[in-house]
């Protein structure tokens, strides 16, 4: 069976609703996660049958958390054990919507040290649960690609394949090296489109298993078709490849 590791977005998805609430400090009444993405996971792998799918959510708004930590000055293990808590909220409400359609999701989180224990179960959806000792879900993404010698790794960024931090300008990027996002990372503060450990779990998993390592939008997903070309997404220019 061929494995696919999906990292989906983070607060990209959060949106603001232009209404005005009946008491100021209601406002944030006025954000919401947008729900159009995360119904073509059903759409992804009801297309995608003869696929194993390992999902790994980004912290959609984890970051209210994080920075109260921070600003509370806690100590960093509670604020990466808060970050990875998000994560999985998001994941137990995107697995209890899967399993109410007719993919054959698993029905509960898996952790990194029990994947090879259940994909031999007859179920062919995954969700991942975030660990501390990870540097990010970028990097538990790569990591489980090379537990599970998965044959593509797909990153959803917003934009892709255009990006804006670490260019001079908006910038368009199909075939992206490794040693040039490595360059552009050490003038961001932060975590950069990916982070160090991720790169070079990826790099690894390029020369010795010849993983391929996608970017792509949001919009996208829905159009993923291993069996087609392209993986169904059209021309090349139309997403971002990572290469050695």
């Known amino acids: 069976m061929t494995n696919i590791v999906i990292r989906l977005p983070g607060g990209g998805r959060i949106r603001k609703r232009d209404e005005k609430q009946d008491i100021e400090w209601w406002g944030y009444r006025n954000y919401f996660i947008d729900t159009d993405f995360y119904n073509d996971l059903e759409k992804l792998i009801s297309k995608n049958k003869n696929f194993n799918f390992y999902f790994i959510s980004g912290g959609v ?18 604020r990466d054990e808060v970050g990875c808590n998000i994560v999985s909220v ?12 007719a993919v054959r999701i698993y029905p509960e989180e ?5 994947i090879n224990v259940v994909e031999s179960r007859g179920f062919n959806s ?16 790569a990591n489980v690609g090379q537990i599970v010698s998965a044959n ?9 394949p255009l990006f804006h931090v670490g260019f001079d300008e908006a910038t368009v990027v199909n075939a992206w090296e490794i040693d040039d996002i490595r360059r552009r990372a050490k003038g961001v503060q932060g975590n950069y489109i990916l982070d ?17 390592t996608l970017i792509l939008s949001p919009g996208q997903l829905k ?8 993986f169904g997404l059209g021309q090349m220019t139309s997403f971002t490849e990572v290469i050695k």
Request: one cysteine or more; charged letters at 30%; hydrophobic letters at 40%.
């Open 196 to 212: 160090s450990d991720a790169l070079g779990v990826i790099e690894n998993l390029i020369a010795k298993n010849k993983t391929r």
């Open 90 to 101: 998001m994941h137990k409400i995107l697995i209890e919507k899967l399993k109410n359609s």
């Open 223 to 230: 159009e993923i078709n291993m069996e087609d070309d392209n």
């Open 61 to 78: 708004g984890a970051f209210i958390y994080t920075n109260l930590c921070d600003s509370l000055e806690l100590h960093k293990d509670l």
């Open 110 to 114: 898996i952790s990194f040290d029990d």
């Open 152 to 160: 593509m790794i797909i990153y959803i960024k917003e934009g892709a």
């Open 126 to 141: 995954f969700f991942v649960m975030p660990e501390k000792r990870f540097l990010s879900t970028d990097s538990l993404a």
